[in-house]
Structures are given as C-alpha cells and as structure tokens.
C-alpha cells in the first residue's frame, strides 16, 4: 500500500485549521465570508425540498404499504432484487388474499349454500379489487416513489457534495484572510518601531510574508468563486426536479383515479349481484332470504358512526326488494348520491346531490328506476339514489 506521510500531515493540518476556524466563527472570534444572496436563497430552497420529499415518500410508502413489517420486508426484498438486477415478482396484496379465503372457506361449506355461494361472489370481488390494489402499487412505485428515491439518492448527494466543498473553500478563504491580516498588522508594527533601520532583514522577510499572503488569497477566492458557480448550476436545478416531480405527482393522482374508479365499478357489481341472490334465493315458507346485505344507499352515503350495531345495519331491507314493492304508478322523491353519465339515449344523466323523482314500471329490471327532471326522464341505476319518504 502506497501510504505518503507527508500527504497525511499535510491533510490533517489542513483539516486542523479548518476546525479552528470553524470553531472561532462560531464563537464570533473571527470574520466569515457571507454568502451571495441568491446562493443563500437557493440552497434554503434546496434544503425544503430534499425535507420535503422524504416526509412526502416517507408517507407514500405507508399509505401503500401500511404495516410497518410488510413496508420493511418489501424494502428489503426490492433492494435485493435490484442488487441481483432481477424483476421484483408482484406481491400478493391483502385484499386478494381475503378473497382467496373465502373462496376455500366456500368449498369447505358447500358452494351450493345460500351462505357457500354468496361467499364465492364476494370472493371473485375482493381478488378484482385486490388486483386494482396491486395495479396501484405498482404504477405509484414506478411513477411516483422511483423518482423521489432517485432524487435524493441520486442528485441530492451530488448537491450535498459540492456544498461541502464550497464550505471547505469558504473556509480555506477565511483563514488566508485571516493570515494576511496578521501578516500586514506585523509589518505595520515593524515599520513603526524606532530601531527600523537595525531591524531591516526581518522586515524583509515581513514583506516576503504578506506577499505570500496576498498571493495565497488570491488563488482561494478564485477557487471559492469557482466553487460557488458550480454549487449555484447544481442548485438552480432544483427548479427542474420540481418539474420533474410535478408530472410524477400527476401520474400518481392518475392512478389513484383509476384505482377508485375500478373500486366503485367493482361494488356496484357486486351489489347488483348480491341484490339477484337476495331476490332469488327463498326459505322452504317462500319468505324472501336475504343474502349478506348489498351496499344500500345508506351505507354508500357514508360509513356508520362508531356506536351503531350490526343489527341496525342488517336490518336494513335491500335497496332492490324496496324499489319491487313501490306501486306502479306511484312516485317518490330520490336523491343522487353521485354524478353519472348516461350511456344513450334511454338513461337520465345524474349530478350529485340533486333531487328526482323516481318510480317503477312492470317488468324493469329492479336494478333500475325510471327517473325525471322536468321535462327529461330516462332510466337511472338504483345504486346512485338515496330514497327518499
């Protein structure tokens, strides 16, 4: 091993007269060197921006992966796989492995039970959502998370980098200034003496010593200039990384979107499902048997307070034995729960909130209401209304 010595020293004393400027700075024993204004307010922008994205990825990966052991074996199985430069396999997510569940729970119980065969339904559910999660995750980690990792594993080293360095030359700065100063005070103070004559060599050799002085400043400000241009290009980058960010954060929402949107077509299946099960299935007195409750408009309106039962929300007869039992010719008022678009013609476009009047008609899928808003009426799907008294 090639080990120089005098490197070494050199480098230790280096490192030691950085420290005692430091050290005197902050006790405001010696002058420091500010900063351009603009730098200054570059690198606090810097700093809020590397603080921020990590709060921001730091909470996007437990919004995704809320289990904290989950969060860090996937972390640890992505490294791995990385390091290996192999394809991360797709994770089985929870919400697919409930559906598994209860898919192998129907065929304990009998796929033919009314309990057996609703099981299998919800099942067959729970796996598409679950499949929209993992879709999710995958889109959010590639387009949202990758990024914000890359940035500060990436280019925020390289700027931490090149700021250490600035401070190093800014130091370096600071004590030549400091050595000339010393240096032109010693040969003032000789030049004033009485005995100036007799003391003329080691005046010369004052002189020799501010000129060295002077010229070591010179070479450190120019180094500290150069230093401050290439931190400033570095920084002033950041400005592209918001950008960058931004298009990032806009797939992100996209996905989100996407992902909601699959959720909601999903259950709005899955209660037209439950709702033919509960209609189909009947007890040997032929009293109507309802199958596990489909998503009434109640529920959809919001999630229960706290304190209700199970048997309160049990209770509630489903939305579609309720529109089968409304007369004919009769109307009632229904309030829309959220925006829906018509596919042609035949069905009513619906805003949120708004009120309609809905009623039945012989032989319409109960699924189904005719609805009318002055002078329009078409048909309208049960699951976006709210009946109303």
């Known amino acids: 091993m090639d080990f120089n010595v ?3 020293a050199c480098g230790a004393g280096v490192f030691f007269t950085r420290a005692v400027q430091f050290t005197e700075e902050k006790l405001g024993q ?14 606090t922008r810097a700093d ?31 490294f791995i796989y990385d390091k290996l430069d192999k394809k991360l396999p797709s994770r089985t997510t929870n919400t697919e492995l409930l559906g598994q569940y209860m898919l192998e729970a129907a065929n304990e119980f009998g796929p033919g039970t009314p309990y057996g065969s609703t099981l299998i339904t919800v099942g067959e559910y729970q796996k598409r959502l679950g499949g929209a999660e993992r879709d999710l995750l995958q889109a959010s980690a590639v387009g949202f998370l990758t990024p914000l990792r890359n940035f500060l594993e990436g280019d925020w080293r390289t700027i931490s980098k090149e700021r250490r360095l600035l401070e190093n030359r800014r130091l370096d700065l600071d004590i030549c200034k400091a050595r ?4 032109k005070l010693a040969e003032a103070k000789a030049a004033a003496a009485p005995d100036f004559q007799e003391t003329r060599p080691r005046n010369y050799v004052l002189s020799a010593s501010a000129s060295a002085a002077e010229h070591e400043l010179r070479v450190a400000q120019a180094e500290f200039d150069r230093q401050a241009e290439v931190t400033k290009l570095l920084l002033e980058g ?6 960058n960010h931004l298009r990032c954060l806009q797939d992100f929402a996209e996905a989100q979107a996407t992902y909601y949107a699959q959720c909601h077509h999903h259950m709005q299946d899955l209660q037209r ?21 489909p998503v009434s408009s109640a529920f959809l309106s919001g999630p229960p307070s706290p304190g209700a039962s199970v048997s309160s929300l049990s209770s509630q007869r489903p939305l579609a034995m309720e529109q089968t039992q409304l ?18 013609g ?33 048909k309208v799907p049960v699951t976006y209304l709210e009946l109303l008294s």
């Open 180 to 183: 000339l100063k010393k240096a």
């Open 273 to 293: 499902e439950l709702s033919r099960c509960a209609n189909s299935i009947s007890t040997p007195h032929s009293a109507p048997v309802v199958c596990p409750d």
């Open 30 to 43: 010696a002058e420091k060197t500010e900063l351009d204004p603009h730098l200054e307010n570059l690198i």
């Open 48 to 78: 809020s921006t590397k603080n921020w994205t990590e709060k921001i990825l730091r909470q996007t990966e437990v919004l995704l992966q809320p289990n904290p052991i989950d969060h860090t074996g996937a972390r640890i199985e992505e």
């Open 327 to 344: 007369p004919v010719t009769g109307t009632r008022k229904a309030k829309v729960l959220y925006d829906y678009e018509g596919h042609d």
């Open 346 to 378: 035949s069905e009513l476009s619906l805003l949120a909130d708004e009120l309609i009047i809905v009623h039945t008609v012989p032989g319409m899928d109960p699924d189904w209401l005719i609805g009318e808003r002055g002078n329009q009426k078409g």
């Open 238 to 243: 950041i400005g592209s990384t918001h950008l």
């Open 6 to 8: 005098k490197k070494l």
